[in-house]
């Protein structure tokens, strides 16, 4: 997914928001991924499907918290620093944004 | 995490209930996987919040498509066991297993 | 909305499998009632819009609760009977319809 | 529930955020109310499960609407306020609160 917002991107060594959070990021994505992997395995070895719901609903949680902490910088940076500039239509874009992503998180 | 339900497993060359969709099972955990691992780049290439929280959801999504699934070869067959079987008991238990199981998903 | 689902009436004074529930399920319902009447009361009220998102949350909680038994209730009586039967279309399509119904609460 | 926020009350003739919106979120939920009761007469009725859990779902996406409206406006006006004062310490607060309602509104 080719995103549009280079704007964001870290370019010239300017740092992106959670550029302090990417290693606890990646740990916890890479986390989830080991997770995915041994609801496979558990396929494979024909583990009780109860079991295997239980783990799914494990990794479900831990996509959440990364959701969660993502939506909380994007609110304290993306948003914040278009508020603060004082343009209310890129703002009410972002707060759009924002809120549309929720949406999405609840439907799943 | 260890099953303690032995009788589920495919033993003696008996088959488990879902053993003939276990390739497709399989294909949809393998691309949830590539998912995970498409969200690491994601975050170590500094891509825009918004996208990312996308492709969370587009993987949580995928993981319930997973889970439904799984419940319902759980209530068709191991649930229909029990009650054919007529063991209240065993059947109730079976039923309960599957709504803790619902529960579970729907707080995640 | 009209039940296309006559045979599950309580007619000739047969019961409903929920018949033994119906106190407790209204109480349930006539609660959540009670907490949306409240909603309205603090927005009326101009209340904090945290406060009454945490009030939405607990309202939503008791309509899962409600779905969750009624749910338990559909796969132990209506499923169980079709199974028991042996009508394995008609077993097949209640247990659709409860996955069914489990995969619209999901997306809710 | 008693709230704390005083300040967001409409005090002095004082508009809230959502004063523009009352009328369409009062609608909106007195719409859910209606909802609500028309599971009870369902449940009164002995109606099929499924189409009442097909109602409850309806129901809690309503409520799940109106928790987006909330929170789309808390993070344009209530955050946003915060922000704009360049209060760190209560902007950062105001986000939190906005994630942890997520939170909740995920996990029902």
Do not use: F, P
Request: proline residues 0%; glycine residues 8%; charged residues 30%.
């Amino acid at each position: 997914m080719a995103s549009e917002h280079e704007g964001h991107r870290a370019e010239d060594g300017q740092t992106y928001w959670y550029h302090g959070d990417k290693v606890a990021l990646q740990r916890r994505l890479r986390r989830i991924e080991g997770q995915i992997r041994g609801i496979q395995r558990m396929v494979e070895d024909d583990e009780y499907c109860i079991d295997i719901l239980t783990q799914i609903s494990a990794s479900t949680k831990g996509l959440q918290a990364v959701a969660l902490n993502l939506l909380e910088g994007h609110i304290s940076h993306c948003v914040a620093e278009a508020q603060v500039k004082g343009d209310a239509e890129e703002a009410d874009g972002k707060v759009k944004e924002a809120t549309d992503a929720v949406a999405r998180l609840l439907r799943t």
